[in-house]
């Protein structure tokens, strides 16, 4: 197993919010950090989401290159080859694409996952992010009907975001504010726009005090019960259980109360990003202090080569960051459910 097909991903959504878990969307930047993403979750013999932002596409592609969609082009190539190699579903997705990030990012991307669907082939990526948390609702969500009719044709899921999450991710920063959480309105808002599957399938992140990055005790108010009262108001509305397939952001340093609350309210995926990029750095500055020496060529002494070779710390911090994502797993609920 390996890529999940549109069908296969659509299986794994349904099978999480029926069995009370939720995937790991993990960030990557790298190879290196793909490889660790993908050794975590054989490792908790879970299936999982492989993500990349639009700053992690650029440095894809090379740090002096800085080209979104050649980076992400790569991502899908490189994750493609080497996963086959795992004995899990992996999908992959673009992350956080906001507005001007749009025309010179995710609608090439779509392109050419166009130009496969129409060859009899899967699309490159399995679902992409529409970040219209800058905008207003009525015009995040009249964006977001056009993308999802783009995302239905190449048997993609596009995931929305409805409300703003606080911090700094790639460049953009918002307050830690009331804008935080959203409302009852904004989800009747959204199924009014989108429909609830009968236009095209779409994933939601609905905002309560979401933040990226990790911050001390108290600087966050996470309020999850808001998710069960959107849930049950716009449930109650349509006749249906649940309707919206939640996505948590900002995940990181989040308590393990707030993730189970979060889960049983319908996430079915959760982005985690800040934890695994100090998961993967961590070993490698530990190597650098206990090996200065060796890792420097000091006073004109020729150093280790052992210890200055990238393998040396790299295979540190791959395997650290891959403990932290099954810890993820785990955390989540997704461990040891694999549908390979």
């Not at 939720?22 to 989401?49: C, H, M």
């Amino acid at each position: 197993m390996a890529f999940a097909t549109p069908d296969q991903y659509a299986e794994m959504i349904d099978a999480a919010k029926t069995g009370g878990y939720a995937y790991p969307a993990i960030n990557v930047t790298s190879s290196q950090t793909l490889n660790a993403a993908l050794r975590g979750f054989a490792e908790a013999e879970s299936d999982g989401i492989i993500q990349v932002s639009n700053g992690g596409a650029k440095y894809f592609s090379g740090s002096n290159i800085n080209d979104m969609v050649t980076g992400s082009l790569a991502f899908a190539a490189f994750a493609r080859e080497v996963a086959k190699n795992y004995g899990v579903r992996i999908a992959i997705h673009t992350d956080h694409a906001m507005r001007d990030k749009l025309e010179d990012w995710v609608i090439p991307l779509m392109d050419a996952s166009a130009a496969e669907v129409k060859a009899g082939r899967d699309p490159i990526f399995q679902s992409h992010m529409w970040d219209g948390s800058a905008e207003t609702v009525p015009e995040n969500l009249r964006i977001a009907e056009q993308l999802l009719e783009r995302t239905a044709f190449n048997k993609q899921i596009l995931e929305i975001e409805v409300g703003v999450v606080g911090g700094e991710e790639d460049g953009y920063a918002a307050e830690i504010d009331d804008k935080l959480y959203s409302t009852v309105d904004d989800g009747l808002a959204t199924v009014k726009a989108l429909g609830t599957g009968e236009n095209g399938r779409y994933i939601t992140a609905l905002t309560f005090g979401n933040v990226h990055g990790v911050y001390k005790p108290g600087g966050v108010q996470l309020r999850p019960e808001l998710l069960k009262e959107i849930q049950d108001a716009v449930g109650a509305e349509l006749g249906q259980d649940r309707p919206f397939d939640l996505v948590f952001h900002g995940g990181s340093g989040s308590s393990e109360q707030d993730i189970a609350d979060a889960v049983s309210y319908g996430v079915i995926k959760m982005n985690v990003d800040t934890d695994t990029q100090y998961s993967f750095t961590r070993p490698v500055a530990t190597h650098m202090f206990e090996n200065y020496d060796g890792v420097l060529k000091i006073d004109g002494n020729v150093g280790d080569k052992s210890q200055y070779d990238p393998r040396a710390w790299g295979k540190a911090a791959e395997a650290n960051m891959a403990a932290r994502v099954v810890e993820a797993c785990q955390n989540l609920g997704s461990a040891g459910k694999s549908l390979k």
